[in-house]
């Protein structure tokens, strides 16, 4: 839909819970890449437009903590609208994965991550899917059972923030779930 033009590639990383980040132990990250023309004037406004015509809402404008969280109550959309960060996913053992404009990540509850480096402009759109009232969860082995257990409960959303109803998480979510 409000795509670059060129083909959307989709990564999916899977992370089991480290005692401290319980990731999601049904669900895969996924790593939309190019899912939006972030050379647009206004390329916030672009992620957060793809985003509201996909049902997804609570939108935000920052950069990503540089500590290690995650939210239990909610899957969270992050759009690229401009520059690039190295962001580790899935926690203190996980994956570091550089992300950039045009790029969609989508984190099930539960997903660990952290900032580690980012470009001078990196700035990032956050979304939600709607009725998942938002948590954050700094990682700590205190806070991981209740958390497991939230995560859990937390529904699958009727659509992918990139794709609608058809595609993206609504069909690799539904054959891990």
């Known amino acids: 839909m409000a795509s670059t033009g060129e083909s959307i590639t989709t ?8 005692g401290q980040v319980p990731n999601n132990p049904a669900l895969s990250l996924l790593l939309h890449r190019k899912a939006f023309d972030a ?7 672009t ?31 992050l759009g690229v609208a401009s520059g690039w960060a190295d962001i580790r996913f899935g926690g203190e053992h996980g994956e570091t994965v550089r992300i950039e404009a045009g790029d969609v ?3 099930p509850a539960g997903s660990g991550h952290k900032r580690l480096d980012a470009s001078d ?3 990032i759109v956050g979304a939600y899917p709607p009725d ?11 806070e991981h059972d209740a958390a497991v257990r939230r995560i859990a409960e937390v529904p ?17 979510w539904r054959k891990a779930g």
């Open 11 to 18: 990564a999916e990383f899977r992370f089991a819970s480290d």
């Open 121 to 123: 402009d990196f700035l």
């Open 47 to 77: 992620a957060e437009a793809l985003f509201g015509a996909n049902g997804w809402g609570g939108f935000w404008r920052d950069g990503v903590y540089d500590f290690h969280h995650y939210h239990s109550t909610c899957h969270e959309a």
């Open 105 to 107: 990540a989508v984190l």
């Open 156 to 172: 699958l959303p009727a659509t992918d923030p990139v794709f609608g109803p058809e595609g993206g998480l609504r069909t690799r």
């Open 132 to 142: 998942q009232p938002f948590d954050l969860i700094r990682a700590s082995a205190a």
């Open 39 to 45: 050379a647009t004037p206004q390329p916030a406004i």
